[in-house]
């Protein structure tokens, strides 16, 4: 098994060789200030970072915050080290995104054990995070078999988190429904290809099999925890504010306002862009066709909202937009 990987950040070189020699077990590197500290994380990415709190500009906390805001390194835990005793120094630290702290002097086995468990951590935190790498990927291989579906999950999930954000939820309720975006119709995975690109129309008994969509994809998902508030979006993602829907036929407002969301950004892309069976329609007409159904099958209010958006901005879709795993990682 590979050697966990150990960035060393202190100013005093008599400190970093003290760790080094207390942590010997584990591959050390070393930096002697926040700015080689940055350069390393990225280049050499270190499985922990033991960062001392004072040092010349950039300080530790400083540090600590570019390293936190950053994609790239904030999954790398980071134990601060302080001569500082206090409990503010602490409380201060952790507030900022530290995911320990630790006072000079050190106690040696004290010291173990904490990497010894945050790298515990980091090891199941990458784990989740290949789980969800797989999920992701299942669901973008699924909407790839058809022409049609190319890219609807990432187009819907852009449509649903620009009315999120329009609505002002707050951070998490914004990258949540942006997640369920991306996983809104994996549960198509469980569904025959002859039905499920089938070029003509479908029969009613074929269509009931594509009913049962949202369930499948509720069900693969809710074995992921971190996927938990995304599971009534993808489950009530088809349900209409008239009570029509499926799979439960919920009316108006039990239904998930997530889920609300999700079905008007899902039919803003349906009529946006090709079908087997007809071309895509014009903004404009897209906008009427949702107007004109609004009430039976969509909410009626976050209908107007969207249609306000659609007169005011542009939509720029960019294929490379935060991946859903990323999104959830960075609730922190
Ligand atoms: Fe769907
Ligand atoms: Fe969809």
């Known amino acids: 098994m590979k050697r966990p990987k150990i960035l060393i950040v202190d100013d005093q070189q008599i400190n970093r060789l003290l760790l080094r020699k207390l942590l010997k077990e584990y591959t050390i ?97 990458e784990e989740l995070v290949m789980v969800q790498h797989i999920v992701v990927s299942l669901a973008t291989a699924m ?32 990258k949540h429904i942006r997640v369920a975006g991306f996983l809104h119709d994996l549960g198509k995975i469980g569904i025959k290809d002859r039905i499920l690109c089938k070029p003509a129309a479908l029969s009613e008994d074929e269509f009931e099999v594509i009913k049962s969509h949202p369930l499948i994809g509720e069900k693969i998902c809710s074995s992921i925890s971190a996927f938990a508030p995304i599971l009534p979006i993808i489950r009530h993602h088809h349900e209409r504010f008239d009570g029509k829907g499926y799979p439960d036929g919920l009316k108006g407002t039990a239904i998930p306002l997530g889920a609300r969301i999700m079905a008007i950004a899902d039919a803003y892309d349906a009529l946006t862009t090709d079908r087997s069976y007809r071309k895509a329609y014009s903004k404009s007409t897209a906008w009427e066709i949702l107007h004109r ?21 542009d939509f720029l879709i960019h294929h490379d937009f935060a991946s859903p795993t990323l999104l959830l990682l960075a609730e922190g």
Not at 65 to 84: D, H, R
């Open 143 to 174: 909407e790839a078999k058809d022409d049609y579906s190319a890219n609807h999950s990432l187009r819907t999930s852009y449509y649903a988190g620009k009315l999120a954000k329009r609505l002002m939820l707050s951070d998490s309720e914004q």
């Open 293 to 313: 159904n609004e009430g039976p099958q969509w909410d009626p209010e976050l209908v107007k909202i969207f249609c306000q958006m659609l007169k005011e901005e």
């Open 29 to 125: 590197i070393e930096a002697s200030n926040g700015e080689a500290a940055l350069r390393l994380a990225i280049a050499k990415k270190p499985d922990l970072i033991i960062l001392d709190i004072i040092m010349p500009k950039p300080d530790g906390y400083s540090v600590l915050s570019t390293l936190k805001s950053n994609p790239a390194t904030w999954l790398i835990p980071v134990i601060l080290v302080s001569t500082l005793q206090g409990l503010d120094e602490k409380i201060k630290s952790l507030e900022n995104g530290a995911d320990d702290f630790i006072s000079k002097p050190f106690n040696p086995l004290e010291l173990k054990a904490r990497v010894k468990s945050l790298l515990r951590i980091k090891k199941l935190q």
